[in-house]
């Protein structure tokens, strides 16, 4: 049996657990990087779009959601500050455990398998997966914490990253003069 996929225009931001475990969910369409506000965050053009198909699933008794992304985000590159490309494309795939059976279906995962415990991401035991947050803590995650081109036109010779902290402030050494000026 395969599950209907659901028309809505656009990705839900919550399904309800216990409606959809057993029959399956199915949800594709184009997400705009608008609707993710963190993710929107790191991008420079407001204008990405993601195609998103997502699927919750049971396969050998284990629930499974699924997140087959295509989608290349512009973001800055922290060298040059030029936009650059970065392919957040990839299948996200996490099982989704309750704590009552955890054990046994933890025996029956692969061990490079991602988990979520059902009454982690549902604090307030409503059973409600939030999961347009899901992908959105995901794609985070697949975005380079420091993402630079390749062959950035401001390579320089130097090993060391540009320094975090921001050089020392102009204005304060001529405010340090003009108090030495003014005394
Ligand atoms: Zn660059």
């Not at 790191?42 to 699927?55: H, K």
């Not at 401001?154 to 090993?159: G, I």
């Not at 990253?161 to 003009?178: G, H, I, M, Y």
Request: charged content about 25%; aromatic content about 6%; overall charge negative.
């Amino acid at each position: 049996m395969t599950a209907p996929t659901h028309q809505s225009a656009t990705l839900p931001q919550n399904i309800a657990f216990d409606k959809w475990a057993d029959i399956g969910f199915t949800w594709q369409g184009d997400v705009p990087v608008t609707a993710l506000p963190r993710l929107a965050g790191q991008v420079i053009a407001s204008d990405d779009v993601l195609s998103v198909a997502l699927t919750l699933a049971r396969q050998d008794k284990i629930l499974w959601l699924t997140y087959d992304v295509k989608a290349v985000l512009s973001v800055a590159c922290q060298r040059c500050l030029n936009s650059m490309p970065v392919d957040v494309s990839g299948n996200y795939r996490m099982a989704i455990l309750e704590s009552e059976n955890k054990i046994g279906y933890l025996e029956a995962l692969d061990e490079t398998a991602d988990y979520v415990l059902l009454d982690e991401i549902c604090p307030d035991g409503k059973k409600i997966l939030p999961v347009e947050d899901m992908l959105e803590d995901e794609l985070l995650l697949a975005i380079p914490l420091s993402p630079r081109h390749d062959d950035c036109d401001m390579h320089t010779d130097s090993v060391g990253d540009v320094a975090d902290e921001p050089a020392e402030n102009p204005f304060a050494v001529l405010e340090q003069l003009k108090g030495k000026l003014s005394g």
